[in-house]
């Protein structure tokens, strides 16, 4: 499979995930161009589920780190990656040492309990028998782990769990900047969250915050907005109740001190504040408030990342399906029940001289090449032989190949397992 494993493939006759890799490292360059020295980059696993594909994103990371921001000689630049299930980061954790983990959505209690289970059975801490450096290598091992937490109640889950583990967890605080997907959106949803890691006491660390800013680009120019205001609403939102982490994290509660906070004192810190996305990541260039920006469909630049807007227009795309052809009818379109309207269809619709099968169906991608290539609507989805229609010059036959371009690479990257 390709998701924790190798991503090379051999030629089985049937549809393969392709990867440009050229054009994988171009889009890397692009986007860690974009995003400013002082603020880490972050990947998004989900949207590039293979460790393969990961590891040649995060080593053009580091070049571009090493080459533009001009680091120290053997200075280290540290992977850090977004998850969204345990056992991606389960995966990412093994594969590299010291890479950073966050996760992007409050998990599951039960997703906690067996991550860490996989990390006492690593360090030999899952009996009380462990003993005190097998508990320090595991509790550092958990350090490079980020939990989120939106509520109140799931501080305490989560502060349950991490007492009868006896471990440490590592926490961020997911803040509503305005996508109101949860997360605390004032200061005193806030606070509820942040008293409730008091009472956690030491078992839970507040160690960062994550304001997600989707929303941005979808502001309506109707309503008088524009992504330069809603980012300085994101920006001010933020600000707000950063102030209110940074001084819960030094063990002042106080608004009065929160208020002093200023985004190069924070950046100062190890504090993660993360934002971003592919569609926002060139929003933070200067560092404003944030120094962890997420990034991922924009490193293969699917459909999804293909808005026309300016600071993607420089990006190529890196991710197609390769399909085979299956069928190749030379004849009148023929419509079941209807077979005599072919004649008509053959000079209204001249570009429906060909029909052809396709290997599966069912994508959410549009055809790459060859560009002539259309979907028919009148015969409906497959999920097995996708009809498409062609003129009848088109040079395609039985066995050829036919390139689609995905319009996300989430959930479809994997679909016919180890990528090319």
């Known amino acids: 499979g390709g998701g924790a494993g190798s991503c090379c493939g051999c030629n089985t006759g049937e549809p393969r995930s392709i990867i440009d890799l050229d054009a994988l490292d171009h889009n890397v360059r692009v986007v860690a161009a974009h995003i400013s020295c002082r603020s880490a980059v972050r990947v998004v696993v989900k949207s590039l589920p293979c460790l393969g594909l990961l590891d040649r994103v995060f080593g053009g990371i580091e070049r571009d780190r090493?080459?533009?921001?001009?680091?120290?000689?053997?200075?280290?630049?540290?992977?850090?990656?977004?998850?969204?299930?345990?056992?991606?980061?389960?995966?990412?954790?093994?594969?590299?040492?010291?890479?950073?983990?966050?996760?992007?959505?409050?998990?599951?209690?039960?997703?906690?309990?067996?991550?860490?289970?996989?990390?006492?059975k690593r360090h030999g801490?899952?009996?009380?028998?462990?003993?005190?450096?097998?508990r320090r290598e595991e509790n550092r091992f958990l350090g490079r782990v980020m939990w989120l937490v939106d509520t109140p109640e799931r501080v305490r889950a989560y502060a349950e769990v991490a007492r009868t583990r006896n471990v440490r967890l590592s926490v961020a605080v997911e803040l509503d900047v305005g996508l109101h997907r949860g997360g605390a959106r004032t200061l005193p949803e806030l606070d509820e969250i942040l008293h409730a890691m008091a009472e956690a006491g030491d078992v839970l660390s507040l160690d960062g915050t994550m304001g997600y800013d989707a929303h941005v680009p979808a502001a309506p120019q109707v309503l008088g907005e524009s992504e330069a205001s809603a980012h300085a609403a994101v920006v001010h939102s933020y600000e707000a109740l950063l102030g209110a982490v940074k001084a819960?994290?030094?063990?002042?509660?106080?608004?009065?001190?929160?208020?002093?906070?200023?985004?190069?004192?924070e950046q100062r810190r190890a504090m993660?504040?993360?934002?971003?996305?592919?569609?926002?990541?060139?929003?933070?260039?200067?560092?404003?408030?944030?120094?962890?920006?997420?990034?991922?469909?924009?490193f293969v630049h699917t459909r999804y990342s293909h808005t026309g807007a300016a600071h993607l227009r420089s990006l190529v795309p890196a991710?197609?399906?390769?399909?085979?052809?299956?069928?190749?009818?030379?004849?009148?379109?023929?419509?079941?029940?209807?077979?005599?309207?072919?004649?008509?269809?053959?000079?209204?619709?001249?570009?429906?001289?060909?029909?052809?099968?396709?290997?599966?169906?069912?994508?959410?991608?549009?055809?790459?090449?060859?560009?002539?290539?259309?979907?028919?609507?009148?015969?409906?989805?497959?999920?097995?032989?996708?009809?498409?229609?062609?003129?009848?010059?088109?040079?395609l036959q039985p066995d050829d190949i036919v390139f689609l371009l995905p319009h996300h690479s989430e959930h479809v990257m994997l679909r016919y397992g180890a990528l090319v």
Not at 361 to 370: L, T
Request: charged residues 15%; contains cysteine.
């Open 248 to 265: 819960a994290r030094a063990g002042n509660s106080s608004h009065a001190h929160a208020h002093a906070y200023t985004a190069r004192e």
């Open 125 to 134: 801490c899952l009996h009380a028998s462990c003993t005190d450096e097998e």
């Open 319 to 395: 991710f197609f399906f390769a399909v085979p052809l299956l069928k190749r009818l030379d004849q009148p379109f023929l419509i079941p029940f209807a077979e005599r309207l072919a004649p008509l269809l053959d000079v209204l619709l001249p570009h429906w001289g060909s029909t052809l099968f396709l290997f599966d169906g069912a994508w959410d991608a549009s055809v790459a090449s060859p560009r002539s290539l259309y979907p028919n609507a009148v015969f409906g989805p497959s999920y097995n032989q996708a009809c498409y229609t062609a003129p009848r010059a088109l040079q």
């Open 272 to 298: 993660v504040v993360n934002s971003g996305g592919t569609h926002t990541f060139h929003m933070w260039s200067n560092a404003d408030v944030v120094n962890d920006v997420s990034v991922g469909s924009a």
């Open 66 to 120: 090493r080459q533009r921001c001009a680091l120290a000689e053997g200075a280290a630049v540290e992977r850090r990656a977004m998850v969204f299930r345990a056992t991606f980061a389960w995966a990412v954790l093994e594969r590299w040492e010291g890479c950073h983990v966050l996760f992007g959505k409050p998990m599951p209690v039960g997703a906690l309990q067996w991550l860490l289970v996989q990390a006492q």
